[in-house]
């Protein structure tokens, strides 16, 4: 065994590659594009170290071509979750003893291989299966889960650094220990980074995981198992099953032996989760963590002082980028009227140069939306839009499934600031704008504050210093993640932590140590080197 403190290396964001024409990166990856679109795969369940095949399938399409078949995965059975709980616990023995170095060096590995020799699988596998653009997959799959690695690493180390103060008779330290259990990792369909963080980032820490992925990024989460077991994660220290939502977490939150949750993923889903883990909390030998991102209805609010192209801008990015399909991705704006006839032209321009279609033809911005169902919910929502006498759609409106799930980004105004698109989450490139009376600033604000039940990102734009200041007071809860003059989308793993709450979730800061310490039960020592000999204490004296 080692011996001495360790110091790890210093985490750097990984740098964003260009892929402009010419480049070598843009080579790479649309030949790996095009080797994983004319081959199919046939995706094991991985229990153990084991690839596990039940016969059960279902099929894999990407969302801009939905007629092509990238290939299969296998569903599990109960007996095949029970499987993964019960050797991720057999894993664990060994695993929560191993020294903090080794661990960390695992997912330092893991880094190195995707920034290295899987980057362009890896980027290429989430254009496929979640129909990224290039920048959109390289920022996430490759840069964002190369720092969740590397940051994570440094965060664990100063965790452990971080010491209670000791005398000279007696010597205070706290450990760190791993959930006694397991961990439930649910993650989903929208980031690559996401599905590889939530398993990933507790067993960093010492624990053991069953991970679920979308049924949407299973293609994708393939390429990370295939990493992590490169790196060298043991086997049985990360499993992976797929299927059946329900039987899934029913057969997990049933065990004695779950520990904690770390869910990415929809509301409803994360609140009815919740309640299972209430009603079953007498079956727990320890109370279990709850760790939930889940939805946002993320807003722009512009004041009358502030610059219409920036504003622009940032509804364009910010709303259309991915397809609206981000958490964090503004879908509710607030315009003052002296300022929406500028900003209007500058986002149908914007719109108007927009080209749609495969993420393989890296001159297009927007490609499909992820499936048939989020289709269908966005085309109602449009539809209804140009029914409805408080709404106006101003760009876009159309759609089309015959090949792909296209939506065109869409620009909803209405003069109803309760709107259904102004509150209800779309997840989707739909944006709602409310046109607000110049003199009314302060009413917006609670406006803004009000509509919702989420609290996750939200941005503000403004030329006026007490403004902007208002508003970071008035909007504190509205938003975890609040922006200054810039989009609400693209949080950065060491620079911007992120997490939302109210209904958006616990707020626990992926991204940051303060997620870590959720994965951890400290246990404090104190050892007294010379210990007292007479109970009695100076106050009992004659």
Not at 36 to 48: A, R
Not at 216 to 230: G, H, L
Not at 406 to 433: A, H
Request: hydrophobic share 40%; glycine share 8%; proline share 5%.
């Amino acid at each position: 065994m080692g011996k001495g403190f360790f110091q790890v290396p210093t985490a750097i964001n990984e740098p964003v590659k260009t892929y402009a024409p010419g480049t070598p990166e843009r080579e790479e990856v649309l030949a790996a594009y095009k080797e994983l679109y004319n081959s199919t795969v046939d995706i094991p369940l991985y229990i153990n170290g084991e690839e596990i095949k039940t016969g059960d399938t279902a099929t894999m399409s990407p969302p801009h071509e939905h007629q092509h078949i990238l290939g299969t995965y296998h569903k599990a059975e109960q007996k095949h979750v029970q499987q993964a709980i019960d050797t991720a616990l057999e894993a664990r023995k060994k695993w929560a003893n191993l020294s903090w170095e080794h661990r960390a060096a695992v997912f330092l590995k893991a880094a190195e291989l995707i920034a290295g020799p899987y980057r362009s699988k890896i980027n290429a596998a989430t254009m496929l299966a979640q129909s990224k653009n290039i920048y959109q997959a390289e920022i996430d799959s490759a840069c964002e889960l190369v720092d969740f690695l590397r940051f994570n690493v440094e965060y664990m180390a100063q965790i452990y650094e971080d010491q209670p103060y000791s005398t000279s008779d007696a010597w205070n330290r706290v450990e760190y220990r791993p959930l006694e259990g397991f961990v439930y990792a649910i993650t989903p369909f929208n980031f690559t980074a996401i599905a590889g963080n939530l398993p990933a980032s507790a067993a960093l820490m010492g624990n053991v995981a069953v991970w679920k992925p979308s049924d949407s990024q299973i293609y994708s989460a393939k390429v990370i198992v295939d990493v992590f077991k490169e790196a060298g994660v043991p086997d049985g220290v990360i499993n992976v099953v797929y299927g059946d939502p329900v039987m899934i977490t029913d057969t997990i939150l049933a065990s004695p032996d779950f520990a904690g949750i770390h869910f990415t993923g929809s509301t409803n889903v994360f609140k009815d989760i919740w309640a299972k883990i209430g009603a079953n909390i007498h079956t727990y030998k320890t109370y279990p963590r709850i760790v939930g991102e889940t939805g946002g209805k993320d807003f722009i609010i512009a004041h009358p002082t502030s610059n219409p192209k920036q504003v622009a801008t940032a509804i364009s990015r910010g709303a259309f980028e991915f397809q609206g399909q981000k958490c964090s991705a503004a879908s509710r704006a607030y315009i003052p009227k002296s300022l929406w006839k500028e900003i209007e032209k500058f986002v149908k321009e914007d719109l108007k140069s927009f080209k749609m279609g495969s993420p393989e033809d890296m001159s297009n911005f927007i490609t499909a939306v992820i499936h048939e169902g989020s289709f269908d919910k966005l085309a109602k929502y449009i539809d209804q839009a140009k029914a409805d006498k408080d709404a106006e759609i101003v760009a876009g409106g159309g759609y089309d499934k015959s090949k792909g799930y296209f939506i065109e980004p869409t620009v909803i105004l209405t003069d109803n600031p309760k709107y259904t698109t102004m509150c209800t989450e779309l997840f989707g490139p739909v944006i709602t704008i409310y046109l607000y009376d110049d003199a009314k600033w302060k009413e917006t604000l609670e406006l803004v504050d009000t509509t919702s039940e989420y609290g996750l990102t939200g941005a503000v734009f403004s030329g006026d210093r007490y403004a902007a200041e208002e508003a970071t007071q008035a909007l504190q809860n509205s938003a975890g993640n609040f922006y200054i003059n810039d989009k609400p989308t693209g949080a950065v793993v060491g620079q911007q932590p992120f997490g939302g709450a109210r209904a958006s979730g616990t707020n626990d800061k992926a991204g940051s140590y303060l997620n870590l310490l959720r994965w951890v039960s400290p246990r404090l020592i104190k050892e007294t080197f010379v210990s007292p000999v007479d109970y009695r204490y100076p106050f009992l004296g004659e």
